[in-house]
Nanobody, 120 residues
Framework: QVQLVESGGGLVQAGGSLRLSCAAS????????MSWYRQAPGKQRELVAD????????NYADSVKGRFSISRENDKNTVYLQMNSLKPEDTGFYYC?????????????WGQGTQVTVSS
């Protein structure tokens, strides 16, 4: 069974930067798509960015385009989210998501999340 562990969240002033990391661990798996989602208090979870298995294709929410960048290192089974020019509305709990194949079938897994707080 694959597990995801996020790190890098914290408190930052508006205009600042943070870099989130998410590492996958387990046995006999291959990661496909990896994504970052976020959930603000009282709001639904939303997709922030995702990246294909080879890293050649990325997708971003309109609200973060030009400020956030998703990347991955497949040899480390790790995905990153570089967040620049942060705004108070970026505050929320950020979750890592991955699709992966094990010996039997395609599965999905979520991380436990990391808090990002942007002060004005």
């Amino acid at each position: 069974q694959v597990q995801l562990v996020e790190s890098g969240g914290g408190l930052v002033q508006a205009g600042g930067s943070l870099r989130l990391s998410c590492a996958a661990s387990g046995r006999d798996f291959v990661i496909n798509r990896m994504s970052w989602y976020r959930q603000a208090p009282g709001k639904q979870r939303e997709l922030v960015a995702d990246i294909t298995s080879g890293g050649s294709s990325t997708n971003y929410a309109d609200s973060v385009k030009g400020r956030f960048s998703i990347s991955r290192e497949n040899d480390k089974n790790t995905v990153y989210l570089q967040m620049n020019s942060l705004k108070p509305e970026d505050t929320g709990f950020y979750y890592c998501y991955a699709e992966y194949k094990d010996l039997y079938r395609l599965r999905e897994v979520w991380g436990q999340g990391t808090q990002v707080t942007v002060s004005s």
